[in-house]
């Protein structure tokens, strides 16, 4: 149903007048967001070192070191970094929760369940794996969570299972009531992800809506990504039945 007799599939957004995003059924959908006064995006960046080997992720953090660097000097963004995250790092930083929150780490979708994974207390474990529950109540308060990792998009429908929607972590999250939630649905490389969350950025930068924004990370990847096309993977949640444009 996303595919036409056209250049280009319809999930793009070069496509004229198509929005798509994932609204859940929420008995107290949020009103729209307005769109944002002149003002710099208040960023929570956080990078779990866990699983990364040293290499990866030396490369991770200097790509989000230009990214980040990019959206300063343009006057854009004002970002605190953490890494590593354990669970009260991740505690204390939300005390004052930002407009957006951004996790680059590992996620996966496994047992019914949808985990974020982030650096353990001490050196007895080798990854702390946090529920979508966990994560949802933690990062309440902020107006967008970026989930740059492996299937933090995932809804328990998209492998076949009978498990709630909100076994997953981005479901979760616009459930618990963060009003924007942009994640992978998939499993997808850490360079495309974070090229993919560039792009947001950039967009949301200059103005342009959640749902422009998400678009021009699908545009991007589907340029850019050619080897094994995963445009389509990044996928947005808008906790309001509203269809209009969203802003942070």
């Known amino acids: 149903m996303l595919w036409a007799d056209v250049p280009a599939p319809l999930l793009l957004s070069a496509t004229p007048g198509l929005i798509l995003t994932r609204h859940l059924d929420r008995p107290d959908p949020l009103p729209p967001l307005s769109e944002r006064s002149n003002r710099s995006l208040c960023i929570l960046a956080l990078t779990p070192q866990v699983r990364r080997a040293p290499g990866e992720l030396a490369e991770i953090q200097r790509e989000l070191a230009a990214l980040w660097a990019e959206l300063r000097a343009a006057g854009t963004a004002e970002i605190t970094e953490i890494s590593p995250v354990t669970r009260a790092d991740l505690a204390r930083a939300m005390r004052n929760p930002p407009d957006i929150v951004q996790f680059t780490g590992h996620g996966w979708y496994t047992d019914g369940r949808g985990v974020l994974m982030l650096d353990p207390i001490g050196n007895g474990a080798s990854a702390d794996p946090v529920s979508a529950d966990e994560i949802a109540v933690a990062l309440r308060g902020a107006r967008m969570v970026l989930l740059a990792s492996c299937r933090g998009g995932q809804s328990a429908g998209i492998t ?88 942070v």
Not at 181 to 200: D, F
Not at 219 to 235: A, K, M, N, R
């Open 160 to 247: 076949g299972g009978a498990d709630s929607l909100l076994t997953g972590v981005a479901p979760a999250l616009s459930a618990l009531g963060v009003p924007i939630v942009a994640g992978m649905q998939l499993g997808l490389r850490v360079g495309s992800a974070l090229r993919a969350s560039a792009a947001i950025y950039n967009a949301l930068a200059a103005g342009r809506s959640a749902q422009a924004a998400v678009g021009r990370a699908r545009d991007e990847l589907y340029v850019t990504e050619t080897q094994d096309g995963p445009w389509y993977v990044p996928v947005l949640y808008v906790a309001t039945r509203d269809g209009g444009p969203v802003y």
